[in-house]
């Protein structure tokens, strides 16, 4: 760019020197002229550096940095793009009859759970599912119910806490308990969501009931690029 300026300066030079005989220059001459001024009025993006243009429309599939280059007061208007951001991955749903009940207070699985492998360490996973359920209190108590989403072990859910008393089970009445919530596992391995549930430590004594009575419970999961 700055080698063909020069030429441009050079050229400038000659047709004032010359006037009129800058016609008969070689063609080539001619076409470099050409191609300076074309390059000063339109800046192009590549080797080198270009300050305070506007891009009308740009189509970029891979933008590279030098280690040293920065970008500074960058302003877009319209963003479109047809990569992944925002795209759903992948999603699987499941639901089940069986019952299984508790009267502890410590978890015990539900039955309801999704296997799977993130395409991504920066995945969102949303989680949602409804637990039908029967509470009976002994002598006339309510019974607290804790309900969990559980990821390969780890809580990442809990509704005792989100909730600040649990789900709360009027006695030898059915009830539907639902979860939703969104997680970032950070992970390319398997992993599986379990709902669990569990008489919560605030609760009366007890038992719950998980789909007591040929309920059906279900669980969905949905991968997707933030």
């Known amino acids: 760019m700055i080698w063909r300026v020069a030429l441009l300066l050079l050229i400038s030079a000659c047709v004032y020197a010359e006037g009129p005989k800058y016609g008969g220059y070689d063609a080539p001459v001619r076409q470099e002229f050409q191609n300076v001024y074309n390059d000063i009025r339109s800046p192009k993006i590549g080797t080198g550096s270009a300050d305070n243009f506007t891009v009308t429309s740009l189509a970029v599939s891979t933008i590279t940095l030098a280690s040293s280059a920065t970008i500074t007061n960058l302003t877009v208007g319209t963003l479109t793009t047809s990569g992944a951001l925002g795209k759903v991955i992948q999603s699987s749903a499941t639901s089940i009859t069986a019952a299984t009940s508790t009267n502890g207070t410590a978890l015990v699985d539900s039955g309801l759970a999704i296997t799977m492998t993130p395409a991504s360490t920066s995945s969102r996973v949303l989680i949602s599912a409804v637990a039908e359920h029967l509470g009976i209190g002994n002598a006339g108590q309510t019974i607290v119910g804790r309900w969990v989403i559980d990821r390969s072990g780890v809580t990442v859910y809990d509704n005792v806490r989100a909730s600040g008393n649990g789900q709360l089970l009027a006695t030898n ?54």
Do not use: C, W
């Not at 970032?184 to 004594?205: L, M, W």
């Open 173 to 226: 009445i059915y009830d539907t308990v639902p979860l939703l919530y969104v997680d970032s596992p950070n992970t390319v391995s398997s992993i599986t969501y379990k709902i669990r549930f569990a008489r919560a430590a605030s609760s009366g004594t007890g038992s719950i009931f998980f789909n007591d009575g040929n309920a059906q419970s279900s669980m969905a999961m949905i991968e997707y690029a933030p």
